[in-house]
């Protein structure tokens, strides 16, 4: 057996990562742990006699689902494990080391958690605002201007001074730099969101020289951390007397108050970062409010473009025709036209047919007439 062989789980296992770390970011690999440490701890519990990955077999792997389905895991947690754990299995058969074969399979993955999104009322988002807008400091103003974008904590995180661009006339957008999904956006900004940009940059500390600086810097030269604003969002939650909000939950309430004010989806996936639609429509929140609205919005359209023209009183066309044949000839057009259109509101055939059979007879008479005219 190769020395390669004979290595323990957790020193290939490092080895992998430190190989992957070339091309994943440093949270990407820490979470890699995470889920090894999982299998590691099984197996010590469990199977202690199992040393190296080329020891491991499937009754080993249900065995390890059986536990962390019986455990506080929620479905995404387990899931992934089980694609961590096989994205590394995967990788050092492919350098060769001698690893069973389909000791994960795509049906032991568990199904995604399907979750409700979680904006906050519009009352609680108002109470949050003023209370943001009152502390006034460099943290508070940054979850105003998440709130004002929709943008995610890291990508905040990430914002530089010169992140601003002005389009024209006053169009602004906020230049949202690589981030969770690998992708850079541009974010609309109205007027609200360029004051709220101004004055973190008139609260942030001292940049360092250099054109790209990281916008959230406090007084000490320090960058702002997700704990600070985690905490600032939870402290002004409770000085606002609302329940707890999270700072992603920022993010859904600015997606659901968008489609609440009519933006299309897909302009609101370009918005938001995503990549499939599907991941939007997870952050948007319909409430019975919203469904009611839409529905007697969507009535009252559906009125308008299938209204029946109303015939005028027939005698009056006639009288303000002066019995001449012309005023006879659109007097008798509009009859026509108004037995056709109710015809094809109609569902019975038989009433279809006869309301028809009128109006030839119509057109026949108002065609005689323009004849006789003609003669």
Request: hydrophobic share 40%; glycine share 4%.
């Amino acid at each position: 057996m190769s020395t390669m062989q004979l290595l323990r789980f957790d020193l290939l296992f490092e080895q992998q990562l430190q190989a992957m770390g070339a091309t994943l970011r440093p949270s990407t690999v820490k979470n890699y742990r995470v889920h090894i440490n999982r299998l590691l701890r099984y197996l010590h519990q469990n199977h202690p006699d199992i040393q190296t990955p080329v020891q491991l077999k499937r009754i080993h792997i249900l065995g390890w689902l059986r536990s962390m389905a019986e455990g506080p895991l929620k479905n995404d947690s387990r899931r992934q494990s089980l694609i961590h754990i096989r994205r590394l299995l995967e990788d050092l058969a492919d350098s060769g080391y001698p690893i069973a074969d389909r000791l994960i399979l795509a049906h032991d993955l568990p199904p995604h958690d399907q979750y409700l999104p979680k904006p906050v009322s519009p009352q609680v988002d108002q109470r949050l605002k003023e209370e943001m807008r009152k502390t006034n400091d460099l943290v508070a103003n940054a979850l105003l201007l998440m709130r004002a974008t929709g943008i995610r904590i890291g990508e905040c995180l990430s914002l530089t001074t010169d992140c601003l661009r002005h389009l024209e006339q006053n169009r602004w957008a906020l230049h949202v730099p690589i981030g969770k999904l690998h992708n850079e956006r541009w974010v609309p900004m109205d007027d609200e969101g360029c004051k709220i940009f101004n004055r973190i940059l008139s609260l942030a500390g001292p940049a360092p020289s250099g054109p790209s600086s990281p916008l959230l810097l406090l007084p000490n030269g320090k960058r702002v951390s997700y704990d600070r604003i985690y905490d600032a969002l939870r402290d002004a939650s409770q000085r606002a007397a609302c329940p707890h909000v999270r700072p992603h939950q920022l993010r859904h309430t600015f997606a659901t108050s968008l489609v609440r004010a009519g933006i299309s989806l897909p302009a609101l996936k370009e918005i938001l970062g995503h990549r499939d639609i599907r991941m939007t429509l997870a952050y948007v929140k319909v409430t019975q409010n919203d469904l009611q609205r839409e529905y007697h919005q969507a009535r009252q359209k559906m009125a308008s473009v299938h209204v029946v023209p109303q015939l005028p009183n027939t005698l009056d066309a006639v009288q303000t025709a002066n019995g001449k044949i012309p005023g006879i000839c659109r007097v008798l057009e509009a009859l026509r036209h108004q037995l056709e259109m109710s015809r094809r509101h109609l569902d019975g055939q038989s009433a279809k047919r006869k309301l028809y059979s009128l109006a030839r007879r119509i057109a026949k008479i108002r065609k005689a007439l323009i004849d006789l005219q003609i003669d």
